[in-house]
């Protein structure tokens, strides 16, 4: 995609500067390219964009948000992930938000995600930038998150499966049977805490002062 190769371009001559700062830290990383990513993603987009924003609400569903000429409107949520780790599992939105942002047809929460890893200890090498709508990530490399509703992850971000095809109705469906799932094990867990405590409390009430 031509949109992921301007990026790459972006940032691959910031990767010295960055190295030298920053490269034990994957968090400073991160937030590092977000704050590149949202000074330049307007040019980057050109007339691509009606109107381009990365002045977003601190508790706004992403980064920097876009409208095309098509009044389409895009957010974009920047996630960066350093290769050579094991194991990641980011939060991506919540699926309460995501259900009512998703009424509009016209709506798209978009991944930008940026993978690198670190050279010989000491230099950061920006590997590939993928920039995709949500629904394109197949439901078998996400899982839900027990925070508020629910938050959608990436269960393991060195295992992403990208499937073009796929359509938002079938994938919301998907999303919706495995809150259907996801929920009742919930219950489950806050049923036997809440019967811990009942043996904590029991403790306590028969311990003398």
């Known amino acids: 995609m031509e949109l992921e190769g301007r990026i790459k371009a972006l940032l691959d001559p910031q990767a010295a500067d960055l190295s030298s700062k920053m490269i034990d830290s994957p968090r400073a990383v991160g ?4 704050r590149i990513l949202a000074e330049n993603l307007g040019a980057i987009l050109g007339n691509l964009a009606k109107e381009y924003s990365s002045r977003l609400a601190r508790r706004a569903m992403a980064d920097m948000a876009f409208t095309d000429h098509d009044d389409f409107y895009y ?7 350093r290769l050579d780790t094991k194991f990641n599992m980011p939060n991506l939105t919540s699926v309460e938000r995501l259900s009512r942002f998703y009424e509009d047809d016209k709506n798209y929460f978009v991944i930008l995600k940026v993978d690198y890893q670190v050279a010989d200890a000491k230099k950061i090498i920006f590997d590939e930038v ?4 949500l629904e394109f990530l197949s439901w078998d490399c ?11 992850q990436i269960a393991n971000a060195n295992n992403i ?25 919930e219950i489950g867990k806050i049923t036997a805490r809440m019967d811990h405590f009942r043996k ?8 003398e002062e």
């Open 31 to 34: 937030d590092a390219v977000e």
């Open 75 to 81: 957010v974009v949520d920047v996630k960066t992930h």
């Open 130 to 133: 993928k920039f995709l709508p």
């Open 142 to 152: 996400l899982t839900l998150g027990a925070l508020g509703w629910g938050q959608i």
């Open 161 to 185: 499966i990208i499937l073009p095809s796929n359509k938002r109705k079938s994938w919301m469906i998907e999303m919706c049977d495995n809150l259907l799932d996801f929920y009742p094990k």
């Open 200 to 207: 904590v409390r029991q403790f306590w009430q028969d311990k």
